[in-house]
């Protein structure tokens, strides 16, 4: 009996694309929280140039 469990490989394919979507959804949450932190600083950024350039053009 034990021989047939180590043998038997139904279901090997299932594990190995459940695992392949999660290294690919724990790979984009990283990926995406490394990049927010610099998103925002350019948003910050751009934000800061407008208003100056607003209440310059506006005195």
């Not at 190995?16 to 990049?35: D, F, R, T």
């Not at 600083?41 to 310059?56: A, Y």
């Amino acid at each position: 009996m034990a021989k047939r469990c180590l043998r038997d490989e139904s279901g090997q394919g299932l594990v190995e694309y459940g695992l392949i979507i999660g290294l690919v959804a724990i790979a984009a949450i990283v990926g995406l929280g490394l990049l927010s932190g610099g998103l925002q600083n350019i948003f910050k950024s751009i934000s800061g140039s407008l208003n100056n350039s607003t209440t310059v053009s506006g005195s």
